[in-house]
């Protein structure tokens, strides 16, 4: 069994602030974890993903997730905050021993203000 | 490359219709899935298919049906258009190593 668990539904920041989007898992085996971005109107879009290499992942747009095992958590940070951010994004998992279903949280809508 | 493609953008269709969605894929991967994406509930996973002629159910699968009769083609089929199935659907592939695709997805609107 997996899951994923976003802390807050909604984000705001400042342009130029940094941006931390929360994501908490749950898996009874080793996971593969990534982050969506959506648009407005728009398909999911990967951001990156963490597949038991390096537990610090960059990704698109400066955006950059750290897998921490001992808190079972994978935040999505960004330095820098910029207006083109504002998006919803969801972070998901899937189980490494063959499953079949990725699991997404129920996203986080992040608004950058001026 | 299209990708992922999805037809229609929208749709609305009366209590008791039916209709299918269309979703077709040009990048040969395997794997194909159904999510239904509603506002506070994150994506839910419709039914998927790991190849043609493969199909198995998703976490909310009562009201659609799936075929897979080409590794290009994943239909969904809405049988019997409930207002509970109001959604925006998405059609994604999948590589080997996990990595989604998605479609634009399809507006539908049951009344």
């Known amino acids: 069994a997996q899951s994923v668990t976003q802390l807050g539904s909604h984000v705001s920041v400042s342009e130029g602030a940094l941006v931390l989007l929360r994501c908490n898992y749950s898996s009874s085996v080793p996971p593969y974890l990534f982050w969506y971005v959506q648009y407005p109107n728009q398909g999911l879009q990967l951001l990156l993903k963490?597949?038991?290499?390096?537990?610090l992942v960059k990704g698109i747009n400066g955006f950059e997730a750290e897998f921490k095992k001992s808190e079972t958590s994978f935040h999505l940070t960004k330095p820098s905050a910029h207006m083109s951010d504002a998006a919803e994004y969801f972070c998901?998992?899937?189980?490494?021993?063959?499953?079949?279903?990725?699991?997404f949280g129920t996203g986080t809508q992040l608004k950058v203000e001026l | 490359n299209a990708g992922v493609t999805q037809t229609p953008k929208f749709q609305v269709l009366k209590t008791g219709q039916s209709m299918t969605l269309q979703c077709a894929q040009d990048m040969n991967h395997e794997y194909m899935s159904w999510y239904r994406q509603d506002p506070g509930m994150g994506l839910r996973l419709i039914h998927y298919?790991?190849?043609?002629?493969?199909?198995d159910q998703g976490e909310v699968p009562n009201g659609y049906n799936v075929s897979r009769s080409t590794t290009e083609d994943f239909p969904l089929r809405l049988l019997s258009a409930a207002p509970s199935q109001t959604s925006v659907y998405f059609c994604?592939?999948?590589?080997?190593?996990?990595?989604?695709?998605f479609g634009p997805g399809t507006r539908l609107t049951v009344l």
């Open positions: 963490y597949t038991s290499a390096a537990t």
């Open positions: 298919s790991v190849g043609a002629g493969i199909t």
């Open positions: 994604a592939t999948r590589t080997s190593r996990h990595e989604q695709f």
């Open positions: 998901a998992v899937i189980g490494t021993r063959g499953g079949n279903k990725l699991t």
